[in-house]
C-alpha cells in the first residue's frame, strides 16, 4: 500500500492564479480532510469529507473547494491563490469513525503564493 | 469549542535524559486523545491514543501518556530520549468532524 500520497510536493504560485493540490489513498478509506499547518499554529482544518459525494468545510474553508467523486481521491482548488495561503498543507484520511481514529497523513505539499 | 493547549514552544533535553511534553485539554464530554510526531519535511505520525480505560497508555517507540481528567492533561512521556527523538510533536483532540491540534512542541536532543 502507498497509504496517502499528494502531489506536488512543492509550489509556488503568483497571487490570483488557481491550482488543485491532489491527494489519493489506496486504504479504502472512507474519511478525508485537508489541513493546513502554519508556524506556531499547529494544523487547521480546512475541508473534510465522510463518504464519496459528501463534503463539509472546516475550520478555515475560505478561498478553497473540494469534491469527492471516488473514495480513493479528494483534490483540494485554491481559486484565487493570495499569499496568506502560503502554507503546508497535509491531506489525511482515516477508516470509518472519522476524527475519532487514527489519521493517516500524507507527506505534505509546501506552497508558497507570491 | 475544544482546544488543546501546549505549553511549551521548544524543549531541549540531553540524550539519554527523561522526557515530558505537556498538552492541556478543553472539551465537554469524554475526550478522545491523540499524541503525534512530526519528524522534519515529513507528515505526522501517531504516537498513541487514549479512548477510555487505563489512563496510562503506551505507544509506539517507547512512548507513554497519561489521562489526567481532574488536570484535564494528557502528558507525552518518554524515560530515555534517543537522538532520532529529535521531532515537533502534536496533542489533538478528536470532535465530532476533526481533530484539533495544539500548536506543537519541538524537541532538540542533544549529544
Known amino acids: 500500500n502507498a497509504g496517502v500520497t499528494q502531489t506536488p510536493k512543492f509550489q509556488v504560485l503568483k497571487t490570483g492564479q488557481s491550482m488543485t493540490l491532489q491527494c489519493a489513498q489506496d486504504m479504502n478509506h472512507e474519511y478525508m480532510s485537508w489541513y493546513r499547518q502554519d508556524p506556531g499554529m499547529g494544523l487547521r482544518l480546512i475541508h473534510y469529507?465522510?463518504?464519496?459525494?459528501?463534503?463539509d468545510q472546516g475550520e478555515v474553508p475560505n478561498g478553497y473547494n473540494v469534491s469527492r467523486s471516488t473514495t480513493e481521491d479528494f483534490p483540494l482548488r485554491l481559486l484565487s491563490a493570495a499569499p496568506s495561503q502560503t502554507s503546508v498543507y497535509f491531506c489525511?484520511?482515516?477508516?470509518?469513525?472519522?476524527?475519532?481514529?487514527?489519521?493517516?497523513f500524507g507527506p505534505g505539499t509546501r506552497l508558497t503564493v507570491l | 469549542a475544544q482546544s488543546v493547549t501546549q505549553p511549551d514552544i521548544h524543549i531541549t533535553v540531553s540524550e539519554g535524559a527523561s522526557l515530558e511534553l505537556r498538552c492541556n485539554y478543553s472539551y465537554g464530554a469524554t475526550p478522545y486523545l491523540f499524541w503525534y510526531v512530526q519528524s522534519p519535511g515529513q507528515g505526522l505520525q501517531l504516537l498513541l491514543k487514549?479512548?477510555?480505560?487505563?489512563?496510562l497508555v503506551q505507544g509506539i517507540k517507547g512512548f507513554e501518556a497519561e489521562f489526567k481528567r481532574s488536570q484535564s492533561s494528557f502528558n507525552l512521556r518518554k524515560p530515555s530520549v534517543h537522538w532520532s527523538d529529535a521531532a515537533e510533536y502534536f496533542c489533538?483532540?478528536?470532535?465530532?468532524?476533526?481533530?484539533?491540534f495544539g500548536s506543537g512542541t519541538r524537541l532538540q536532543v542533544q549529544p
Open positions: 469529507s465522510v463518504g464519496a459525494g459528501i463534503t
Open positions: 487514549y479512548f477510555s480505560g487505563d489512563t
Open positions: 489533538a483532540v478528536a470532535g465530532r468532524r476533526a481533530l484539533t
Open positions: 489525511a484520511s482515516s477508516p470509518r469513525g472519522g476524527s475519532y481514529n487514527e489519521q493517516f
